[in-house]
Nanobody
């Protein structure tokens, strides 16, 4: 089992920035990827950004050039730096970890972008 705790969501004006953080605990030794998904109102959950062991990253086309994912393996943390936020980025953001082939999710943190 892996437990995930997120922080950093909130309300921000369009064009602003937020940084999400997620701390993993528990059976962390099998983690092979960490990342962030999001679910906007009325839409399906989608990948925002992910990073696998070794550093390769994957971003949704809609966030490329604006969002940056990073990991601190010593602290078992993953971050999502979100810049130039747009109204369309409003969503609940979920930390995701894959460990030993199992998917684990955080409770979600709300990001609301206002005009």
């Amino acid at each position: 089992q892996v437990q995930l705790v997120e922080s950093g969501g909130g309300l921000v004006q369009a064009g602003g920035s937020l940084r999400l953080s997620c701390t993993a605990s528990g059976d962390i030794f099998g983690i092979n990827s960490m990342g962030w998904y999001r679910r906007a109102p009325g839409k399906q959950r989608e990948l925002a950004a992910a990073m696998v062991n070794g550093g390769s990253t994957n971003y949704a086309d809609s966030v490329k050039g604006r969002f940056t994912i990073s990991r601190d393996n010593a602290k078992n943390m993953v971050y999502l730096q979100m810049n130039s936020l747009q109204l369309e980025d409003t969503a609940t953001y979920y930390c995701h970890v894959n460990s030993y082939g199992f998917d684990y999710w955080g409770q979600g943190t709300q990001v609301t972008v206002s005009s």
